[in-house]
């Protein structure tokens, strides 16, 4: 679950960062407020890929993406990319879990994983 998640949040990362560039072009918004929020944002994307196996991790990141749906009163398409991104996000949860259970299922029974034993070269 984590890789599915960490990539899902460093994709909101840039399009965070993109959106703040975006939104610099509103009159009505201060360079400085655009660059804070969107600076706290992308820092919380990073931090979250530590956080996202740990308890609560999935609600913050659940949190994000209503955040990131509702920055479409900024800038309008948000509203479209922060539904997609949250549908990324569920499909991330709901598939990781699913690969996680049938990792332990798998060691459960004593098998490894192909290629996660120890290497050793080949017989020439």
Do not use: N, Y
Request: one cysteine or more.
């Amino acid at each position: 679950m984590r890789t599915l998640c960490s990539s899902t949040l460093i994709g909101e990362f840039f399009l965070i960062g993109f959106a703040g560039l975006v939104a610099m072009k509103d009159p009505d918004l201060s360079t400085s407020t655009v660059w804070t929020v969107s600076g706290i944002a992308m820092l919380l994307c990073v931090l979250l890929c530590g956080f996202v196996t740990r308890p609560g991790g999935i609600a913050l990141g659940w949190a994000l993406q209503i955040a990131l749906i509702a920055s479409g009163i900024f800038v309008p398409l948000m509203f479209f990319m922060g539904a997609v991104f949250a549908a990324l996000w569920w499909a991330s949860v709901h598939f990781g879990r699913k690969v996680d259970e049938a990792k332990a299922r798998f060691a459960a029974q004593g098998g490894t994983a192909p290629g996660a034993g120890p290497s050793t070269p080949d017989a020439v």
